[in-house]
Nanobody, 115 residues
């Protein structure tokens, strides 16, 4: 099982980034997918989630209206479009796959929002 995140980097406040998470080694279309983030000194928190077929999403209040989660089951990939980024969005972003009692994590990608 592999979840490989990409797309992180340094961006100025107000800017945008698109994170991708490429999955392999399991039946991607059967898993709900989520993005979590962890800032220094803070606990990991859920940012956005999408169900297995992609027709239901939910978001943390802090990112509603700015972030969009989506998935392409043909490409085994989940995305996080992040707009209007703020310094408080700075964190390591992790991809998560979940089904019943199974959970898989990626290695994370750093997002830094700074001028």
């Amino acid at each position: 099982v592999q979840l490989v995140e990409s797309g992180g980097g340094l961006v100025q406040p107000g800017g945008s980034l698109r994170l991708s998470c490429a999955a392999s080694g399991f039946t991607f279309s059967r898993y709900a997918m989520s993005w979590y983030r962890q800032a220094p000194g803070k606990e990991r928190e859920l940012v956005a989630a999408i169900n297995s077929v992609g027709d239901s999403t939910n978001y943390a209040d802090s990112v509603k209206g700015r972030f969009t989660i989506s998935r392409d089951n043909a490409k085994n990939t989940v995305y996080l479009q992040m707009n209007s980024l703020k310094p408080e969005d700075t964190a390591v972003y992790y991809c998560n796959a979940a089904r019943i009692n199974l959970k898989y994590w990626g290695q994370g990608t750093q997002v830094t929002v700074s001028s």
